[in-house]
Nanobody, 120 residues
Framework: QVQLVESGGGLVQAGGSLRLSCATS????????MGWYRQDPGKQRELVAA???????NDADSVKCRITISSDNAKNTVYLQMNSLNSEDTSVYYC??????????????WGQGIQVTVSS
């Protein structure tokens, strides 16, 4: 079982920055692909950015050059640095861990979600 706890959300003005953190209950990065998703009411959850267990990164087109995912193995934490925020970034953000090797394949864990609100 992997527990994910998000922090760092809140209210920010358009053009501002926020850094979200996802603390994991134990070291996950060697066996799990980590990702940040967001979901608006009535819409499907969508990928924002992901980092594989091998370190490869993937960003959604809507956030390229503004949002960066990173990980700190020593702290068992994944970060989402968000810059130049706009109203379309307002959403609930979720941290995700997906099993990436044969030992944990099929396992899928989610954090509780954290609100990010961008005011114009």
């Amino acid at each position: 079982q992997v527990q994910l706890v998000e922090s760092g959300g809140g209210l920010v003005q358009a053009g501002g920055s926020l850094r979200l953190s996802c603390a994991t209950s134990r070291s996950t990065f060697s066996m799990y692909d980590m990702g940040w998703y967001r979901q608006d009411p009535g819409k499907q959850r969508e990928l924002v950015a992901a980092i594989s267990s091998g370190g490869s990164k993937n960003d959604a087109d809507s956030v390229k050059c503004r949002i960066t995912i990173s990980s700190d193995n020593a702290k068992n934490t994944v970060y989402l640095q968000m810059n130049s925020l706009n109203s379309e970034d307002t959403s609930v953000y979720y941290c995700n861990a997906k099993g990436s090797n044969f030992l944990v394949r099929g396992r899928d864990y989610w954090g509780q979600g954290i609100q990010v609100t961008v005011s114009s």
